[in-house]
């Protein structure tokens, strides 16, 4: 019984009402229009006149549902009234490409809205309408009962026939009865218009099944791009800690003996934290969802820089140079750089001290790189007993993955390990 009475008592339930009769009260502003064949025809009937202004009223109503501002409008209206969680329709965005951010892709063919699909918010509209109008027809009428029945307000009395047998309430306690029971009836008409309103709105204002499809396919985007930064994030700041710390301990160590060495590795650990602080801000913001600025765009042109800082690190470099650089842009520019930033990362975190081979080749149609650094006399028993990242390794085979490129990544010989990367130039410029 008290369940019953539930529906009756939540606030949601008049909330619904009021969503029905906001949209019977919308479309009498269609009603004039819907008149107007009745002047041209006056001669006609009056049902076929009822009857035409009705048709002609309903295709009315169901036109303005075409219009997807129409759809957003009561998608956001049934969210706060009716409170049916809807997800806001699908919007196709192509935002313009930057370097650091890619486009989103454009809405696949199958996730076209079909002829279906486009008469589901018309069909709302019609039936939210006539959900309105009967509600709100149904309830006032009963409220207008239960207000003037009492003690026979304004004259009114209330009779009902039945099988040839009448009941009539002129007054008295009787009245107050019949009152309330309207009264209930009405609360009864807005569970009901609600309960309905609730039930069609997932149906006809939910997402469709192309819809669904674009809401995975933009899940999907948004997920393959936080993965990005993630290995982004982890690529430049990994390798700004870990060249961080050395500057640190050499700037430590020479600091009574050569305090101009001192103040060069001062100066390094300076704009290496810049760098990184322009990495993370760029990263955090794409994650807040917030406006991003121009990402970060560091490329093969960059790799001098690279270098110096890990050698005024203390780092002893062998580079090795080949090709023109410039030839390669875009995308595998990027991609390189990172590729090469994580190799140095690992051979500092992980190597000897002893010398780094850096190794980068050319060619018109391959780019190979090339990281080789001492792991100690100690590491001989194959690819496991070499300590690497939990995650810059599978991050750089996913990269390179992506790119159709190649990776090989282990022991080069009893004391050393090697890197080296091959990236088809074609392909991915």
Request: aromatic share 4%.
């Amino acid at each position: 019984m008290i369940r019953g009475l539930r529906p009756l008592l939540r606030g949601s339930t008049y909330s619904g009402m009021l969503f029905a009769y906001c949209g019977a009260l919308a479309s009498l502003s269609l009603l004039p229009f819907a008149l107007l064949p009745t002047l041209a025809w006056p001669s006609a009937p009056y049902g076929v006149q009822a009857v035409l202004v009705l048709l002609v009223w309903a295709a009315l109503i169901g036109s303005v549902g075409l219009a997807r501002a129409t759809r957003r409008a009561l998608i956001a209206f049934a969210r706060r009234l009716l409170r049916v969680p809807l997800s806001a329709p699908v919007i196709s965005r192509r935002p313009a490409g930057s370097p650091g951010i890619r486009s989103t892709p454009p809405t696949p063919a199958s996730a076209v809205p079909s002829g279906a699909d486009l008469w589901r918010t018309p069909l709302w509209l019609l039936l939210h309408v006539a959900l309105g109008w009967t509600g709100t027809l149904a309830s006032g009428v009963l409220i207008l009962m239960g207000i003037a029945l009492p003690g026979g307000w304004l004259g009114a009395e209330a009779g009902l026939s039945l099988f040839g047998r009448s009941l009539r309430s002129d007054g008295g306690w009787q009245s107050w009865v019949v009152a309330l029971g309207c009264l209930l009836l009405a609360a009864v008409v807005c569970v009901v218009v609600t309960s309905a309103l609730r039930w069609l709105a997932p149906r006809l204002l939910g997402p469709s099944s192309a819809e669904q499809l674009a809401l995975i396919a933009e899940r999907e985007q948004r997920l393959a791009e936080r993965n990005r930064l993630a290995h982004e994030l982890h690529d430049s700041i990994g390798h700004t800690l870990t060249a961080t710390t050395i500057q640190a301990a050499v700037a430590g160590e020479v600091l009574s003996a050569d305090p101009g060495a001192a103040r060069a590795a001062l100066r390094s650990i300076e704009e290496s934290a810049r760098a990184a602080l322009e990495d993370l801000d760029y990263v955090l913001g794409v994650l807040r969802e917030e406006k991003a600025e121009t990402a970060p765009t560091r490329t093969l042109a960059d790799l001098p820089e690279l270098l110096g800082r890990l050698r005024h690190a203390g780092a002893v470099l062998e580079v090795e140079l080949s090709g023109e650089l410039a030839q390669v842009q875009g995308t595998l520019s990027r991609a390189a750089y990172r590729i090469l930033q994580e190799g140095l990362t690992n051979a500092l975190r992980h190597g000897t001290g002893g010398p780094i081979g850096v190794r980068v080749a050319v060619t018109p149609d391959r780019l190979e790189l090339g990281v080789v650094n001492e792991a100690g006399a100690g590491t001989r028993t194959g690819t496991g007993a070499f300590r690497m990242s939990g995650h810059g390794l599978p991050g750089l085979a996913e990269r390179v993955r992506l790119l159709h490129g190649g990776i090989e990544a282990g022991p080069d010989g009893p004391r050393h390990w090697r890197l080296a990367v091959r990236l088809p130039v074609r392909a991915s410029a």
